[in-house]
């Protein structure tokens, strides 16, 4: 079966500025991988290639056999960004927010049918913002404008979920839902590759993990990934030995 994601020897440049080096991985179907690293460690740069939204200087990126342009075009992509790169002041409701994910199947007249209509109430109900959805994007809470867009990715029926730091600034209601949810999505075979911050609860969330460093330093089950000298390395983290010196 084909990789849900390939990234092969990708390297990328802003200018002089490194982002990513010889970047490889590999995601399964039916799988939640989560990426963690520093900030300025290559994270957003990686989903904005893999998502085709940037080419790379070198290496390629596959996403289910097809080009990130391919697949993004199709929805086989859903994609949570930053809070940041959003402009919240944009007069969209919830529930339009939630229908554009829809439009790779509306055609050119991007006309909601019954079926777009129901697959976006489900989405609402599913992140449970029901009650929210006539209400303008920008006035959400922080928590509730990541799981708007989780919705809009469920609506959209994509099979392959890029998540850059949802947990950031989110209550740990909108925390729960959106780690029910991605389980549930790998459950019913799609692929997660999600980062984060929260490492105490990347092994409740993730069945692998990836440590960046501009580079893959490490790819593996989140025990593995976790242990001290390995966050070491990309943390620079203070690591001590079980004698009391340090390294």
Known sequence: ????????????????????????????????????????????TLFKTIMGLV???????????????????SGVIGYVPQSEDVDWSFPLTVRDVVMMGRYS???????????D????????ERVELTDLADRQIG???????????????????ATILLLDEPFAGVDKRSEATITRLLRESAAGGATVLVSTHDLHALPQLADEAVLLMHTVLMHGSCDEVLLPENLA???GLDVMEPDGSHR
């Open 1 to 44: 079966m084909t990789d849900a994601i390939r990234v092969k020897d990708v390297t990328f440049h802003y200018g002089e500025v490194l982002a990513l080096r010889d970047v490889s991985l590999t995601v399964a179907h039916g799988r939640v991988c989560g990426l963690i690293g520093m900030n300025g460690s290559g994270k957003s």
């Open 55 to 73: 080419e790379p200087d070198t290496g390629t990126v596959t996403i289910d056999g097809r080009s990130p342009s391919s697949a993004r075009g």
């Open 105 to 115: 199947r509306m055609g050119f007249t991007r006309r909601p049918r019954r079926a």
């Open 117 to 124: 209509r129901d697959a976006v109430e489900h989405a609402l």
């Open 139 to 157: 006035q959400l809470s922080g928590g509730q404008k990541k799981r708007a867009f989780v919705a809009r990715g469920i609506a959209q029926g």
């Open 233 to 235: 390395r990309a943390f």
